[in-house]
């Protein structure tokens, strides 16, 4: 306006910024500094003058604020900084901006109501072209970009629409290398992983403050947390959608002020012009049945429409929908709530009046298998009972027990804080074991692990006879949606800590075996018979051993698979979902999985993401401090007893009597120069058994990245199996332990590789080898060196035998021994078989990985065969061998037995054409199935690449020959 | 003097049980070789000192049942057990490695004891860190240079 001028502002700091302002040629610095320091001079007096010189008065158009009702360049990068006056002016300034352009804006609040109607009610792809014709022509503000993207998640693939969708918001920056926009349409696109994409962008902008004054930062918060806690976060989110265009800010102060108008203070409450509120008016309803339209995708329902309502803040019920959930996933502000937060008060308004009681007769059956709306809200509610105080030390054990069923993630909803009070004040001695349980899962503290412990040890002998199986069924009585809960703590780790019950290492693993067992026939489960299957038999193939095993590396699976669930496993999960799941061959794979990290980190598709994301894991698994393999190596092996173990009576030989008469032999020179090399490079081996995944520890033995096709195709491998197992499971909970499993195959490859390198170094320098003739020619000298390099192999082999994995653990074992348990056991049930054994080929097969017992499943299945109709003292030739075939590498086996001289070769030969179905049920340890039924189920199963089996009746042999494709399973020659 | 030694490995117990037998007092040791054996141990009597290591497997070795889990720190399982009993042994925490992981948090040696202490777990004498170089057995003598025989 003509007639306003700068010198009718009162302070005179502003005018003199003003004035600078109105140079056009001022850099692009120097302009940003003036304009942030402007808009904080501005107070109350000046404010209606001083809004209309910037945004009005053609003087400043340059500065580009004229256009506040609509953005022309959304995402533009011109400043980062937010531009706003202070906080006591903020709504003053909001109601002139608002009157002063209420043109444009109600005919943009007509635009969205058009927006809404056209795609939540049409939504055809001529209504949708529309819609994009409309924002075209009225231009795209942050409220239009996230409805396009809550359009774009819903749409899928479903007509072309997806496509239509991500065109236009790539007009508006949706584009790669454009972060902004692009996390503002990852947010909602249900593909992505909410939680793991809010911690990178909390750590990539250390927002601990919560809230900045640079849009880059303050977005992407409120995109996770757009409804404010406090009246400052309300006002810094003005500020921000602001920044975006005065039409956002309308828009969320307008949503806040009349659905949560619980967050708004008295003296923040705002009225605009009639023309502009009638337009609210009519937009606010216009999101109806927003739930319903973007509900496509029905497995991810409620968790799908949390995520879009964050574009339909002008509706109630998806405001509510934020609330809910915005505290649901907000776990670390959770963990850390001490006192009620404004945000909780949306919620108490819808579920504020429930009870344990109400909760409990509303019970809603559970689906574990996804999120469920019912059990969503029961949480929260629950949650909330707990907060607001209401005294659970009314609520029995069972009732705990039943609410914990009918409910999720209560751990992570509650603080630690909140749920030690609970476990304290419970009335009885189960209400107390489910409140120390939660406690577990989400404490930092050794305490409350110890009591966990304590509390589950000390129910268990006093309710089910220190039984733990009794205890499941107990548990299984009283709700069987916690059960799989149960089972999967119980896991080897947790057995192993519960001293006053298990007494023994044996113990851990029989335990194990029976939890399996019993929740496979309670729930049909075949993920835990076939892993009860692969522990019984690595149990056996120990006990036919009867060696030590004394493998010291590990992690802490409940802590690893707890983080896994909470950073990957929505990746891992859409990825195994994904029809198009696979992963490249390692010729596509040309570099470090490090590299390829960097890659994929680029390329955005569900299968990048999804491997991504396991490599991911797999590095976690090698080096994460508090539950990975480096904190194992570091304490069990690297500090102290690998160098104590490998010098271990090297010293102390010299004083054996047998060597008393070489006291002050000058011959020992040399035996203590040696030991003083031998101890160095016992220094230097033991100090470079770490990983190399950091820049100052480049010079570790280890790797925690895939750098070669061997382990990339154990990758690939395992993965392809972790794939299986959840299709035909149908669910995830098996997932965190699969991939476990996967880590140990690939990790498997690389201990090897040590434990070769360890045997390699023994010759070279951890041989004593003495020069002086006296060694050769005195005979005492002689039992000495002989002595130290028995003691030094003894050393070398106790700590090789420290790298390995845990046998339960995609258990590994000789060929020779599988072969060796099914002779010692078919030998039991026919005492007289006594074959002529012929092995060839590698007999010192290692044999490993989730399907190993298929192996030993087979040959049983072939001996027994033998000892019942084979001549029990003829000739047995078992000859294994590993195949390099265009399809990858196989296991081939082939076992040839003699035929009893009484039997008729042809109607052997023809019942083994047939196949007897009445046989040999022992033998197949999976199904009812027997002998050669049982081989061809496993191979039209899959398990067997091929079989073969012939009767030669003119040598009166029978001859199996079974190949096994090394997916699952891994194979390599010697240990 | 009653003195339980937890540590699993030979020759570290063996250095343990050849400083202990240079005390001027009678000593009584016995040895512990898992965190299961220790629980059973301190159930099944009460002792002076208690040199207690920090890594330790889960169970005792027994050839052909299996491997025992590794628990990088197995030794607090005992700790807390005592503390949880309020016993008034004496510890003496033995390690290899130059922290203890504590409440998710790494504790350097010299700061454990007090750290315990304000944990609730009070019998902590000393942190040392065991090493071939033998500087550690001055420290556990130094230690027990204080004990008085209350037994009488």
Known sequence: ????????????????????????????????????????????????????????????????????????????????????????????????????????????????????????????????????????????????????????????????????????????????????????????????????????????????????????????????????????????????????????????????????????????????????????????SAANGAREKLMVNREHEDFLFFRASRAFLENRDCLTEVALGQIFYRDAAVHNYQKPQLQTIALEALIGHDTPEALLRAGEKPDTTDYNPNVFRNSVALANIVRRGDNLSSISGSDVAKLMGISRDIDRLLSTDELRTLVSAAPDDLASLMYATLLRARSDQNWDSFRFKKVLQSYVIHHTQGNLIAFLDHIRNLSEAIVPYYVQLLDETTISQLHQLITSAKMVYETRIAILDWHADRFSDENSRHRALQLRVDRKIDSLRGTINEARLNIDSPRFCDWMADRHLSDIVSWLRDPAFSIPDFASVSRGSKDLIETVELNRDQNSRGLLALLEIYREF???????????????????????????????????????????????????????????????????????????????????????????????????????????????????????????????????????????????????????????????????????????????????????????????????????????????????????????????????????????????????????????????????????????????????????????????????????????????????????????????????????????????IVTVRLDFRLEGLHASAGR | MRVLVVEDDDFKFEDIADLLQTLPLAVEATRASSVQAGYEAIQRAGYDYIILDMALPSHNLVAGTGNPYPEPVGGLEVLLELADQRRPEKVIVLTQYPSIEFNREYIPLERFPSVAAQHGIGSVRACILFGLDGDWKELILREMANYEDTSH
């Open chain 1, 1 to 284: 306006m003509p007639s306003e001028r700068i010198s009718d502002l009162r302070s005179e700091r502003l005018q003199n910024y003003l004035r600078g302002l109105l140079d056009r040629k001022s850099d692009h610095g120097a302009r940003k500094q003036t304009l942030e320091k402007t808009f904080r001079e501005i107070n109350h007096l000046d404010i209606d003058l001083a809004g209309s010189l910037l945004y009005d008065n053609p003087l400043f158009s340059h500065l580009g604020l004229r256009e506040e009702a609509t953005p022309s360049n959304l995402f533009g990068t011109d400043f980062d900084a937010i531009f706003c006056v202070r906080d006591e002016v903020i709504l003053s300034h909001l109601r002139n901006r608002v009157e002063r352009n209420k043109e444009s804006l109600v005919s943009l609040l007509e635009g969205h109501l058009s927006l809404n109607e056209l795609m939540l009610d049409g939504g055809s792809i001529s209504s949708n072209i529309r819609a994009i014709q409309l924002i075209e022509s009225k231009g795209c503000t942050l409220h239009t970009f996230l409805k396009i993207a809550a359009f774009y998640s819903a749409a899928a693939n479903k007509d072309g629409a997806s496509r239509i969708f991500e065109e236009v918001l790539r007009k508006f920056g949706y584009r790669r290398g454009n972060p902004i926009p692009n996390i503002v349409v990852d947010t909602i696109n249900w593909q992505f992983d909410f939680l793991r994409l809010r911690r990178t962008i909390e750590q990539a902008y250390e927002t601990d403050l919560h809230i900045g004054n640079r849009r880059s930062i303050t977005l992407p918060v409120w995109m996770y947390n757009p409804l404010p806690s406090t009246s400052i976060e309300l006002t810094a989110y003005l500020k921000l959608l602001w920044s975006y265009s005065l039409y956002d800010a309308l828009v969320y102060y307008l949503s806040i002020r009349d659905n949560a108008s619980s967050l708004v203070e008295e003296g923040m409450v705002l009225q605009f012009g009639p023309e502009v509120e009638a337009a609210w008016t009519r937009l606010k």
């Open chain 1, 622 to 956: 090698c080096v994460n401090p508090h539950f990975g393999i480096t904190s194992y190596l570091g304490r069990r092996i690297r500090h102290g007893s690998m160098k104590g173990t490998l010098l271990n009576g090297l010293k102390s030989v010299r004083g054996e009597q047998e060597f008393y008469s070489l006291r002050g032999s000058p011959s020992f020179e040399e035996y203590d120069i040696w030991l003083v090399e031998y101890e160095k490079h016992v220094n230097a081996i033991v100090s470079s058994l770490h990983f190399n995944d950091k820049r100052d520890r480049v010079d570790g033995l280890l790797s925690s990245t895939i750098v070669n096709a061997q382990q990339w195709n154990i990758l690939r491998g395992a993965a392809e199996n972790v794939a299986r197992a959840f299709k035909s499971e149908g669910h995830f909970h098996g997932v965190p332990v699969n991939v476990e499993h996967l880590c140990w195959l690939v990790l498997e490859v690389e201990l090897e590789r040590i434990q070769r390198l360890l045997r390699d170094k023994r010759p070279a320098w951890g041989m004593f080898a003495p020069c002086n003739p006296d060694w050769t020619d005195n005979l005492v000298l002689k039992r000495f060196c002989s002595r130290v390099n028995g003691i030094t192999d003894a050393n070398f082999q106790r700590c090789i035998s420290w790298l390995r994995k845990p046998t339960n653990i995609s258990p590994s074992a000789l060929f020779s021994d599988v072969l060796s348990l099914v002779l010692a056991e078919t030998r039991d049930r026919f005492p007289e078989f006594a074959p002529a054994l012929v092995e060839s080929g590698l007999s010192e097969l290692t044999l490993s990985g989730t399907l190993y017992y298929l192996v030993y499943d087979a040959l049983y299945v072939i001996i027994v065969n033998a000892a019942e109709h084979g001549n029990p003292t003829g000739e047995l030739s078992v000859d294994v061998r590993l195949e390099e075939r265009k399809s990858g590498r196989a296991v081939t086996l082939c076992v040839t037995s003699a035929l009893l001289n009484s039997s008729n070769a042809l109607e052997v030969k023809k019942k083994l054409e047939v196949g007897d179905k009445s046989r040999l049920e022992e033998a197949n340890l999976i199904s009812k199935g027997s002998g050669l039924l049982k081989l061809q189920s496993m191979r039209a199963r899959g398990q067997l690449d091929g079989l073969e089996v012939d009767c030669n009746i003119e040598n009166r």
